[in-house]
């Protein structure tokens, strides 16, 4: 006997159910409305039902079968029939609420047989526990009621306003600070810091669940366990509040699903006076980090209602709808039933403006979580490669294609009740399920061939255009600086000299070296020795060579203009004195009105690129710090480069390139190259665009993209 035929049976009229002894029943009144919460006391779960459905429960005494409970519902003015009953009770046997009464006992699960674990269950299993891992550590109710009596007043009444105010000049100090904190918010993704902020976000986390728990002890609530669970990879904290419920004041109940936002709110406000107070440095940098992720962070994700955390706890407390998510859910699964497969809709448990409100709440949800959770499959497939892809085909058959197929199979082997049979024909719901199904395979086959409506991005970074880049020729000090910073200078200014004494006593040897040769040749020409005479010949052409390069190394001591432009440095008036290494960069001439953007292209982004660039179309640029601005593509240059084409582009920067170490850094300018070979392309900027950005950032340069998803995923993929 396979699950479902013992349900039915568990249903059928003849059978007789009883409530769970540890089911307790609690009215709640809202408006002229009564409603029911059921608590199972050993589940720690609560379901929410009206009044009709628990005057049901209350007849489920193990001694009336479905036909006796009809008749009582008959004579008690309800016109419930057996067909309605029955569907109730399949959901408080599934539920766990009921139990049905077999061989005259009452039984929590069908009865164990020696058939195996059916795979629609086994894997669904499996793939939750790679997804999702839920570890309890210990009992919470004691650090709890520690944390109470030291902190349980920031909950009271009188505290809200303090709260409120505090949390506001956090808000000020930011937005007073628009420009600074957007520098710190670019770095955000800056990949030397993701220890730092994991350690951040657990901190955060573990704060935001003591919140929880403190509420919860406030007003006299008994904490479950607390833990740690890992889901995607990612730690996050929980501490079990379920017997919030238990509460009749809905704000009570509110205050605690809201207490670790509002925990970590104020934190977020003071690390914003953190972040203000400190210097430019690391610690506050790390402030600000605290700030994004105790403040836009835990609003956007933890207050969300379309998420099931505690905003969506507010709201189903707000609305007093407990289950707000299954009701919603099977509202609208029962309207896609109807539309799709002609398969009318079951009664729902909810009245009034709670139905559609359920119904809107689940279709917003749902949307949510397919970007939601889309980007984040996608996201993991990308950060964690080979590990990331398998987790995102585990999460993709796990929440599409699992629940996909559970909903064919139950539509295929739906058998039409007595009143349904009256509103639908015969097989016609097999009949629009294989029409669904072949609509469904032609539109997501659509989908994954046409070409891609998500642009590429290309990063990009802003340098000046035909900049003189000043670096030392050899080993030095700086003996006379000339120019200050800013200042503006034409072609042939002398910059600065620099001083090598060592060097010049090289070039005086040399020189004396090669005279020296020069006379012997002489000399042994005039004795008739021509074959020392051509040795010494030789000799002095090498030390010749030698002597000029030494004397360009001389020369290059004193360095000058060799165009027209101003002076950049950042260390300019702290050089003269000091000795420099050579290839130490000095100082620049440029234009701050003539910059450049430098595009670097993947080998996978090129045939796009120069499509972009035969096509002639703009293409729009957006740097970090929020510039944007369009310009047309230009061609790319003949060869690709091992090296960086911009240091600020490596990924050990902060930039886009993933790099790695050359296999012999000594025949390169960097010690790290990109993993993949770099096409370049240069686009001269206006002198109006080139005033309005800084040299040095980043950004990305979006270009149209006609491959098909597939071909996206599967280059990605390859990647």
Known sequence: MNESSAMQEQAAPSVRVVMDPSVTFEARHVGNKTSYVAHHNALGKFFHMGCEEHHV??????????????????????????????????????????????????????????????????????????????????????????????????????????????????????????????????????????????????????????????????????VGKAGIMFFMMAPLAYVDVTDAWRLSSRWKRIQIAMGGVYVELAIASAAAWLWWYLPDGYAGHLAAQFFLVAGPATVLVNANPLLRLDGYYVVSDLTEIPNLRMHGRNQLGG???????????????????????????????????????????????????????????????????????????????????????????????????VGVAIIGMALIAYLVTMPSPIARRVPVVVRFHEAQVVRAASDAFVKEVHVTRGQRVEAGTLLMRLENPDLVVQRDEKADDMRTAQLRQIQFRQLGNLALSAAEGENAESLQRQLDELSAEVDALNIYAQREGLVVSQSIDHLLGSYVSKG??????????????????????????????????????????????????????????????????????????????????????????????????????????SSEIQTGQLGAMTISDTRSLAARVMDSLKR
């Open 57 to 222: 429960a209350t007849l489920l005494d193990g001694s009336r079968d479905i036909g006796d409970i009809v008749a009582i519902l008959q004579t008690d003015g309800l016109a419930w029939e057996a067909s309605d009953v029955e569907e109730l009770v399949k959901r408080f046997i599934t539920s766990k609420l009921a139990m049905p009464i077999i061989d005259g006992a009452a039984q929590a699960a069908p009865p164990a047989t020696n058939a195996p674990v059916p795979w629609d269950r086994r894997v669904p299993q499996l793939l939750s526990f790679m997804i999702s891992q839920r570890i309890p550590l210990f009992a919470c109710n004691p650090l709890a009621d520690r944390m109470n009596k030291i902190f349980g007043a920031v909950f009271s009444p009188y505290a809200l306003p303090i709260w409120v105010a505090w949390v506001a000049s956090g808000l000020v100090v930011i937005s007073s600070h628009r420009a600074a904190f957007a520098d710190e918010v670019s770095r955000l993704f800056d990949q030397g810091l993701w220890v730092a902020m994991v350690v951040i976000w657990v901190i955060a986390k573990v704060f935001h669940e003591l919140g929880h728990a403190t509420a919860a002890r406030y007003h006299n609530v008994r």
């Open 335 to 433: 309207m896609l039933n109807w539309w799709l497969v002609k398969i009318p809709r079951q009664a729902s448990l909810l009245h009034g403006w709670r139905r559609p409100f359920a119904t809107a709440h689940a279709l917003g949800s749902v949307l949510f979580q397919l970007v939601w959770m889309g980007g984040l499959v996608i996201g993991v497939a990308m950060w964690a490669k080979g590990l990331g892809v398998v987790l995102a085909a585990v999460a993709t058959t796990l929440w599409a294609v699992i629940p996909l197929s559970r909903w064919f199979i139950s539509v295929w082997r739906h058998a039409p009740s007595t009143n349904e049979q009256a509103a639908m024909s015969l097989g016609v719901h097999r009949r629009r399920l």
């Open 584 to 689: 130490t960069e000095l100082l620049s001439v440029c234009d701050p009105q003539e910059k450049e953007l430098l595009v670097s292209v993947s080998p996978g982004d090129m045939d796009a690129y120069q499509r972009a660039v035969d096509g002639g179309e703009m293409s729009k640029v957006r740097l970090r710090g929020g510039s944007q601005f369009r310009l047309k593509p230009q061609s790319l240059r003949p060869r690709a480069r091992l090296t960086l084409p911009h240091p600020a582009l490596g990924a050990n920067a902060g930039g886009p390139l993933p790099v790695e170490p050359a296999p012999d850094p000594s025949t390169g300018s960097s010690e790290l190259r990109p993993i993949e070979p770099q096409m370049e392309s240069v686009v001269k900027l206006s002198a109006l665009t």
